[in-house]
């Protein structure tokens, strides 16, 4: 079926890194994104990557595709205290159909 | 960029109203989504619209309809609220289907509360 896990919670120190999981089932996507909510804010897409790729690079986030393991994730380079939020991943379900399958949101806390 | 907007950030409507979200966006997407987002359930899809007067059912449409009169707008309403769409109500659009051109872009949310 159809699904798109995360773990819900992360936490950690100011300066460090973060790497946020996520694994999907549909081996048909074409792209898989992700998306950051601020509190009380809608979701702003941060990056997406394309399924014959294996990592791409923006500035401080580095996302990593393993297609064969359909696990997905984003690494936070020197975590900031504004990068808390909550980050969903989100797969395409294929076939052009223009819908999108959103994972339940991993909340990142960054303490000082 | 991309603007979506939504009618109201907050809302509180008593059991029985009948509730209207509104969203419109100005990039000439073709296509629309409702979403309504609940802690630990991630974005669950209402409804999808692809073009003008066309809607399709999502994953959870029970209790909601939908409007596209016009490409730029997409209403969401609630004919008779209940308490349990108690929710944040997300909308957002993508350019077509196929591709990147897919990536959705999402408006601020609506928080709605029913008493």
């Known amino acids: 079926g159809e699904d798109v896990e995360q773990s819900l919670f992360l936490s950690v120190r100011e300066g460090d890194s973060s790497v946020i999981n996520c694994t999907y089932t549909?081996?048909?996507?074409?792209?898989l994104y992700w998306y950051k909510q601020e509190p009380g804010a809608g979701l702003q897409l941060l990056t997406y990557i394309f399924s014959n790729m294996d990592m791409k690079q923006d500035q401080r986030l580095t996302v990593l595709l393993n297609k064969k393991d359909k696990h997905l994730s984003l690494r936070i380079a020197d975590t900031q205290t504004g990068d808390s939020a909550i980050y969903f991943c989100?797969?395409?379900?294929?076939?052009?159909?223009?819908?999108?399958?959103f994972g339940q949101g991993t909340t990142l806390q960054v303490k000082p | 960029d991309v603007k979506v907007t939504q009618s109201s950030r907050y809302l509180v409507k008593r059991t029985g109203e009948k509730v209207f979200l509104e969203c419109v966006q100005d990039?000439?997407?073709?296509?629309m989504f409702w979403y309504r987002q609940d802690p630990g359930l991630g974005l669950r899809l209402i409804y999808f619209?692809?073009?003008?007067?066309?809607?399709e059912k999502g994953d959870i449409p029970e209790g909601y309809s939908v409007s596209r009169e016009k490409k730029e707008r997409f209403s969401l309403i609630l004919e008779s609220a209940s308490t349990n769409q108690t929710s944040m109500y997300l909308c957002?659009?993508?350019?077509?289907?196929?591709?990147?051109?897919?990536?959705?872009?999402f408006g601020p949310g609506t928080r709605l509360l029913v008493l």
């Open positions: 549909d081996s048909s996507s074409t792209y």
């Open positions: 619209s692809y073009d003008v007067k066309m809607k």
């Open positions: 957002a659009s993508s350019l077509s289907p196929g591709g990147v051109t897919e990536t959705q872009y």
């Open positions: 990039m000439d997407h073709e296509n």
């Open positions: 989100a797969e395409d379900r294929g076939g052009n159909t223009g819908k999108l399958i």
